[in-house]
């Protein structure tokens, strides 16, 4: 059984490394595709209880619009793009034209879908790269609704374990003063992918159970 | 006063009129709400997946359609339910995303809802609504009251069951 109870301090800096790196990579494409600075936050590494995962991104009910998809091969997971509602209507502006009306139709959701895949796909390259591990995502999905039901999807398999999930959250805004936009990107790893993880960046057992 | 009684996704509690009962952001999970109204208790179990067999360790009784339904009938039932008089309403079981070509447990959803059938025809509490499926995420309140129970989603407006 995999317990995560037991990471160590090494190993919760290992898992902000990617974060850090894949989210930086990301970062670097979404600023190409805006013409604008992006910054990160450093990546935020926690175990969460399901019902915290949805608290990180403003509660259960709120509305969010997420890029969603799957990963497979050595390391299989679950990857959000995760938008609240007016940044992601900001983002299409900033895509298409400042006037741009009608916002989130179903054009503008599939924008939203191709930058999401754009910018986990350079997440999860970049994560493939540093680790030698063979990292498959999934085509994208896209939907607008209430975070709990969409953050659910992620849970699946990890429930399955526990009632907790590890979730390494990179957040990113860009520097346009006020109201950027900002978003998040969730990574959540299988149970059986940390122990892949850490080998292929020669953290040992041993260093686990100290 | 009346208290509303928050459930988390895998768990499940029970509430005494004039009290609600609510769960929140049900996606593929299904909300299993089962009420008496001659002695005005009622239950709600927010299930995430069907069966206890696919359990790797995990010993959360909540979190399955085949060990969540008879525990909530079993509480609702030591607070003083009539077991006799349960009727029960599910929601939620949606297929929010299809990741075609992976794997077949996107298909969660109705596999829930399905669990969650047969767990109540096995107990003879009869389903006197639902409202299920579909590829949106829903929040439910159960009024101890009237058994009615209030489905709210983010873009298709209030039903109320």
Redesign the interface.
């Known amino acids: 059984m995999s317990t995560w109870d037991q990471l160590n301090n090494m190993q919760v800096d290992v898992l902000k490394e990617i974060g850090n790196i894949g989210a930086g990579h990301a970062a670097t494409s979404l600023a190409h595709l805006l013409q604008k600075p992006i910054q990160m936050k450093v990546p935020d590494v926690r175990l969460v209880s399901f019902d915290e995962i949805a608290e990180r991104v403003g509660g259960a009910e709120h509305v969010i619009v997420a890029t969603v998809l799957t990963i497979q091969g050595d390391v299989t997971g679950y990857m959000f793009f995760i938008l609240h509602q007016e940044k992601a209507e900001k983002l299409i502006r900033n895509l298409f034209s400042p006037e741009a009306s009608d916002l989130l139709n179903d054009l503008h959701l599939s924008a939203i879908q191709e930058v999401g895949n754009i910018l986990c796909g350079s997440y999860l390259s970049a994560l493939a790269d540093l680790t030698g591990l063979n990292i498959q995502p999934s085509v994208p999905e896209v939907a607008i609704d209430m975070a709990a039901a969409i953050l659910s999807y992620g849970l699946l398999e990890v429930g399955k374990v526990g009632n907790d999930a590890l979730v390494i959250d990179a957040c990113f805004y860009d520097q346009s003063g006020q109201d950027p936009i900002e978003g998040h990107f969730f990574l959540l790893p299988d149970p059986d992918s940390f122990s892949r993880l850490f080998q292929a960046l020669g953290v040992t057992e041993h260093d686990k159970r100290d | 006063m009346t208290n509303v009684i928050k459930v988390?996704?895998?768990d499940l509690k029970v509430a005494c009129a004039p009290d609600r009962i609510m769960t929140?952001?049900?996606?593929?999970?299904v909300g299993v709400a089962i009420y008496d109204l001659s002695k005005q208790i009622a239950g709600l179990a927010h299930v995430?997946?069907p069966s206890k067999d696919?359990?790797?360790?995990?010993t959360?009784m909540a979190?399955y359609a085949d060990t969540a339904i008879p525990l909530l009938i079993e509480k609702m039932v030591s607070c003083g339910g009539n077991r006799r008089k349960f009727q029960a309403k599910l929601a939620g079981g949606?297929q929010?995303?299809?990741?075609?070509?992976?794997?077949p447990?996107m298909k969660?959803g109705e596999r829930n809802v399905e669990a969650c059938k047969l767990q109540l025809k096995r107990f003879n509490i009869p389903i006197v609504a639902e409202d299920t499926g579909g590829?949106?995420?829903?929040?439910i309140e159960l009024d101890t009251l009237t058994g009615v129970l209030m489905v709210r989603t983010?873009?298709k407006g209030i039903k109320k069951l």
């Not at chain 2, 696919?54 to 995990?58: E, F, N």
């Not at chain 2, 929010?96 to 794997?103: D, E, I, T, V």
């Open positions: 988390s996704m895998a929140v952001g049900l996606g593929s999970c995430m997946l696919l359990s790797r360790g995990d959360n979190k949606a929010m995303f299809s990741f075609q070509g992976s794997n447990v969660i590829n949106y995420g829903r929040t983010a873009s």
